[in-house]
């Protein structure tokens, strides 16, 4: 979840490392720092919080000449953020600085060893080992005892080093954490995601498991665990840097609101042609498959909620959903049948990887729903359909959620037709409301100014419950997760017929209640709100244009588009996004960076 760059080339290194850091901010945000190859040794500058006081510190790179050199940002796992766990760690004698992602899980023993052998640790990380354990093994050879510290180290990492007397050069090393090369004229990176380099390159060549990397300015050699050379392909990003900036809002979260008719239009109109659906060349043979999982983290998780309802509905597949991190512990019953869905915006959560490889072992055919193209989830799966949502930054994932909804829809509608689970008529009936829903979006967006307005009426509240039936509760579950990480009100979601089992106990004189209403089952759900609205709720209803009953009953109404009740998750996003985003902009949350937070959560 810590950010990692490194620059080897003929510019000042520090400008490059700071404009890197910033665009790796969103992984992790607690400490910064950076170190510098120059004439008198390594230079190292640390801070805690942001890289905004590091380019302070350091004058914008002018304080710190040289021209090779390795950056971090951090999100704690080891030792509380401050400044002397900031990396980058150096060895006793200071000739190794090491940035690191992952976590090292035998730091302890190694710990241990190091300090019998005289070293004195400076900090409470893990990474600091790796820092030491080098001082020792080098002898002249940097490949060489990058090999033997790595084949000591148990867990994940994506290291980037830089050794004083070598300051031409940077060693870089993953096991399972994302590393990516960057390769320019005259010029070579290392970073934990291409966004980080591509201000400067779109060359970008993907590390694998247990692959190191030997960088100068003008080569770049690859080697397996052996020692071996490994030829490697250079794959071109495309996206657009741009995008990765806040163009004229206030934060990316609203940007990236607004952006999702764009986003969903991205993720439909090709794969939408002459009435047919084209999966990008997907040759799944569903015949051979009996049953489905899905499984993700956090929002992908509750996108996965919402998708299973349109799966199982349109091609009639029993399908399940399953937290990765509860599925990579488990003993599932999974076999050559099973199709595992994995959704990821990151495409490098590692709970989500190691759900994927658990299935993958016991023979389930992988098909990847994932935002970043060539992370590692799409590069272990059998099949990958992208979202194409482009770069997100926020923390908050918005378009990330609403195009994983928009290509489980897609797949559903294609897997139907493929497998006759859905008639001539019904089918044009949903592939009408698919493309409808860029539009519908577009509408719902309108809303944002009377939400913000709204909004007043319930920022100050100590907890929001969201209630709702079916595809109306798996909205709901996203819903509550966006308010409690933006705006640090404590949310819950529950499907509506559940509250009466227990929860209604908390519900009192104004208790914000966000209803989500619609589909066949909107009667009961009416019920639902008579409930809360006996014992003093204050209810804000979420429902489409025409359903009377439910503006009658609710205190603050947010009406939306109507479209098919598979597909309402999508539409109903957007006031939930604008809601909890209004919400924590009235409460002077830091919206972009919730606290504790960090977008890729690499570690698990
Ligand atoms: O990159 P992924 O989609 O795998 O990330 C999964 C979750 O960590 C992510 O959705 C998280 O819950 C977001 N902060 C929610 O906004």
Request: glycine share 10%.
């Amino acid at each position: 979840m810590c950010g990692i760059i490194g620059y080897v080339g003929g510019r000042n290194a520090v400008p490059v490392l700071l404009d890197g850091l910033q665009r790796l901010e969103y992984r992790g945000y607690d400490s910064a720092g950076l170190a510098v190859a120059g004439k008198e040794g390594i230079g190292v500058c640390r801070v805690t919080g942001r890289v905004a006081a590091l380019r302070e510190k350091t004058r914008d790179g002018t304080a710190m000449p040289g021209r090779t050199g390795i950056g971090h940002t951090r999100w704690a796992t080891h030792g509380p953020p401050m400044l002397a766990n900031a990396h980058p760690h150096r060895s006793g004698d200071g000739r190794f600085a090491v940035v690191h992602n992952g976590i090292i899980e035998n730091y302890q023993e190694l710990r241990q060893e190091l300090t019998a052998a005289g070293c004195r640790f400076e900090s409470e990380t893990d990474t600091e080992v790796v820092a030491h354990l080098l001082g020792l093994a080098y002898r002249g050879d940097l490949p060489r005892a990058v090999r033997e510290v790595t084949a000591r180290l148990r867990g994940s990492y994506a290291l980037g080093i830089l050794c004083a007397d070598e300051p031409g050069k940077l060693l870089a090393v993953r096991q399972a954490s994302p590393l990516i090369l960057g390769i320019g004229a005259g010029e070579n990176f290392l970073a934990s995601d291409p966004a980080a380099v591509a201000a400067f390159t779109r060359e970008v060549i993907f590390l694998e498991d247990g692959e190191m990397a030997e960088l100068t300015a003008d080569s770049v050699r690859v080697f397996n665990r052996a020692g071996q050379p490994v030829a490697k392909k250079t794959d071109t990003v495309s996206w657009d840097i741009r995008a990765a900036e806040k163009g004229g809002c206030a934060h990316f979260m609203l940007k990236e609101i607004l952006e999702q008719p764009l986003a969903l239009k991205a993720a439909l109109s090709p794969r939408l042609r002459d009435g047919e659906i084209m999966l990008d060349g997907l040759d799944l043979e569903l015949s051979g498959i009996d049953r489905i999982l899905i499984t993700a983290c956090g929002s992908a998780y509750y996108a996965g909620c919402a998708g299973r309802y349109a799966i199982e509905g349109l091609c009639r597949i029993p399908a399940r959903v399953e937290l990765a991190s509860e599925l990579r512990y488990g003993d599932p019953l999974i076999d050559g049948r099973t199709l595992l869905i994995v959704l990821s915006q990151s495409g490098e959560t590692a709970d989500t990887i190691a759900a994927v490889e658990v299935c993958h072992r016991r023979g389930a055919k992988v098909l990847a729903i994932v935002n970043v193209v060539g992370s590692t989830i799409a590069r272990m799966a059998d099949h990958v359909l992208y979202t194409w949502a482009g770069p997100e930054v926020a923390v908050a994932t918005t378009k990330g959620y609403t195009t994983q909804l928009a290509v489980l829809y897609l797949f559903a509608l294609y897997a139907g037709r493929s497998r006759g689970t859905i008639g001539e008529g019904a089918y044009r009936d949903y592939l009408a409301a698919l493309e409808a829903l860029p539009g519908q979006l577009e509408q719902a967006l309108g809303m944002n100014p009377g939400i913000g307005r709204i909004v007043k009426e319930y920022a100050r509240a100590e907890s929001v419950f969201y209630i709702g039936r079916n595809t109306d509760y798996a909205a709901a579950l996203e819903g509550a997760l966006k308010l409690k990480e933006v705006s640090y009100i404590h949310a819950e979601a529950y499907a509506a017929g559940e509250l009466k089992h227990g929860t209604i106990a908390l519900i009192r004189e104004g208790q914000p209640v966000v209803a989500l209403c619609g589909g066949p089952a909107a009667e009961k759900t009416r019920g639902n709100i008579l409930e809360v609205k006996a014992r003093g709720a204050r209810v804000l209803a979420v429902t489409e244009a025409e359903d009377e009953k439910t503006i009658q009953l609710a205190d603050e109404v947010l009406l939306l588009p109507e479209t098919l009740p598979l597909f309402r998750p999508a539409v109903q996003a957007v006031p939930l996004q604008l809601f909890a985003y209004h919400a924590a902009r009235e409460r002077g949350c830091d919206i972009d960076k919730p606290r504790n937070l960090a977008k890729s959560v690499t570690v698990e």
